[in-house]
């Protein structure tokens, strides 16, 4: 009886340790799946964030006569009239989409999902491309305002004010490459001396014109910028306009201040906007060199081109700091408030030196 007893015991023994090894074993396979799933994820993150780091990096300004002269072939002879502005409006597109990382504002995956930076910049971008078109089809194509409007500009510029964060049927890169497309179709027909049906108007009212969209546009940065601190501000709404209404009360005094979390969403937009300005007042000079020398405006032009290339430096800080105005930490809003507060105050001097006669 003992014996059996014994026997049993051995073997059940024998069994639990066999059983005790089989779980070990497929314990340890699991850990060995679950260290590489941890792993990969660990890799996969150190390379999206290396990704996202590269795409982070703004392009650099570019070289408008070499954009031009690659818009029409590399011929000289092709330069006329409005090809400047033009390739400059092109050349900002097609930067904005084939930059590293492509265009950001609408990706729904890592790394681009992660990043507010760029897509802040490219919106900055984006608002002045629809400036200018809009510029472009009711200005300066249109030699009177009851002539009409070029075909492929009254295309084009609906393309650019697509939504900028679609990113399926259609995706807002396809809208923009088709106003790509008829951009460059109105360039070609600019171009040909065999074609009369597109012109480009160089007078000191169309210049006039699109610089009035722009300053206010640089007005309204400069406003947000400088909230980051936070302003105690009077209501001058109605300042000067006797007998002028506004549809609801405001307040006589109010704390304007741009929210932590979106003092560097400001900053890029800034940047952006400013990049792609820089661009566009560059190729105006180009287009419009006979003008401004008539007005004698030419330098007047280039100090706000220089104000804007100002907003270009380098930005060492990791983030956007948000320091007091006269504390330890620097504002990075400030500074560049302050290089946009000049170029929209040169503006409108600008604007007023095109007026007189």
């Given at each position: 009886?003992?014996?059996?007893?014994?026997?049993?015991?051995?073997?059940?023994?024998?069994?639990?340790?066999?059983?005790?090894?089989?779980?070990?074993?497929?314990?340890?396979?699991?850990n060995?799946?679950?260290?590489?799933?941890?792993?990969?994820?660990?890799?996969?993150?150190?390379?999206?964030?290396?990704?996202?780091?590269?795409?982070?990096?703004?392009?650099?300004?570019?070289?408008?006569?070499?954009?031009?002269?690659?818009?029409?072939?590399?011929?000289?002879?092709?330069?006329?009239?409005?090809?400047?502005?033009t390739?400059?409006?092109?050349?900002?597109?097609d930067?904005?989409?084939?930059k590293?990382?492509?265009?950001?504002?609408?990706?729904?995956?890592?790394?681009?999902?992660?990043?507010?930076?760029?897509?802040n910049?490219?919106?900055?971008?984006?608002?002045?491309?629809?400036?200018?078109?809009?510029?472009?089809?009711?200005?300066?194509s249109?030699?009177?305002?009851?002539?009409?409007?070029?075909?492929?500009?009254?295309?084009?510029?609906?393309?650019f004010?697509?939504?900028?964060?679609?990113?399926?049927?259609?995706?807002?890169?396809?809208?923009?490459?088709?106003?790509?497309?008829?951009?460059?179709?109105y360039?070609?027909?600019?171009?040909?001396?065999?074609?009369?049906?597109?012109?480009?108007?160089?007078?000191?009212?169309?210049?006039?014109?699109?610089?009035?969209?722009v300053?206010?546009?640089?007005?309204?940065?400069?406003?947000?910028?400088?909230?980051?601190?936070?302003?105690?501000?009077?209501?001058t709404?109605?300042?000067?306009?006797?007998?002028?209404h506004?549809?609801?009360?405001?307040?006589?005094?109010?704390?304007?201040?741009?929210?932590?979390?979106?003092?560097?969403?400001?900053?890029?937009?800034?940047?952006?906007?400013?990049?792609?300005?820089?661009h566009?007042?560059?190729?105006?000079?180009?287009?419009?060199?006979?003008?401004?020398?008539?007005?004698?405006?030419?330098?007047?032009?280039?100090?706000?081109?220089?104000?804007?290339?100002?907003?270009?430096?380098?930005?060492?800080?990791?983030?956007?700091l948000?320091?007091s105005?006269?504390?330890?930490?620097?504002?990075?809003?400030?500074?560049?408030?302050?290089?946009?507060?000049?170029?929209?105050?040169a503006?409108i001097?600008?604007?007023?030196?095109?007026?007189?006669?």
């Open positions: 009886m003992f014996k059996k007893i014994s026997g049993s015991t051995e073997g059940l023994k024998q069994v639990v340790e066999t059983r005790w090894q089989d779980f070990k074993s497929d314990l340890s396979e699991s060995r799946w679950i260290r590489f799933g941890l792993m990969g994820v660990a890799v996969y993150l150190l390379i999206a964030v290396s990704v996202g780091v590269y795409w982070s990096f703004e392009p650099d300004l570019m070289d408008l006569r070499e954009k031009a002269l690659a818009e029409v072939g590399g011929e000289e002879d092709r330069l006329v009239t409005g090809v400047a502005t390739a400059s409006l092109i050349s900002v597109v930067t904005l989409l084939h590293p990382g492509g265009y950001l504002s609408n990706d729904i995956a890592p790394p681009g999902v992660w990043l507010d930076n760029i897509p910049w490219e919106y900055g971008v984006v608002i002045q491309v629809r400036d200018l078109a809009k510029a472009m089809r009711e200005a300066f249109r030699s009177q305002s009851q002539s009409t409007e070029d075909k492929d500009l009254a295309l084009a510029e609906p393309q004010n697509f939504d900028n964060r679609s990113w399926l049927l259609p995706p807002t890169e396809k809208e923009y490459r088709e106003g790509m497309k008829y951009l460059r179709s360039l070609l027909r600019l171009t040909d001396e065999e074609q009369q049906n597109a012109q480009f108007y160089t007078r000191a009212d169309n210049i006039n014109y699109w610089l009035g969209t300053e206010t546009r640089l007005g309204s940065l400069s406003q947000r910028l400088s909230a980051s601190v936070g302003q105690r501000r009077l209501n709404d109605l300042d000067g306009t006797p007998g002028a506004q549809s609801t009360r405001s307040p006589k005094d109010q704390e304007i201040k741009t929210g932590f979390f979106e003092i560097d969403d400001v900053f890029y937009e800034a940047r952006g906007s400013a990049w792609a300005l820089t566009f007042l560059k190729a105006i000079e180009m287009d419009f060199a006979d003008v401004l020398e008539k007005k004698n405006a030419r330098v007047s032009l280039q100090q706000i081109i220089r104000e804007l290339e100002g907003t270009q430096q380098t930005v060492y800080s990791p983030m956007i948000n320091g105005g006269f504390g330890m930490l620097a504002n990075h809003s400030l500074v560049m408030a302050n290089y946009i507060s000049r170029a929209h105050a503006i001097d600008l604007r007023d030196l095109l007026s007189r006669g």
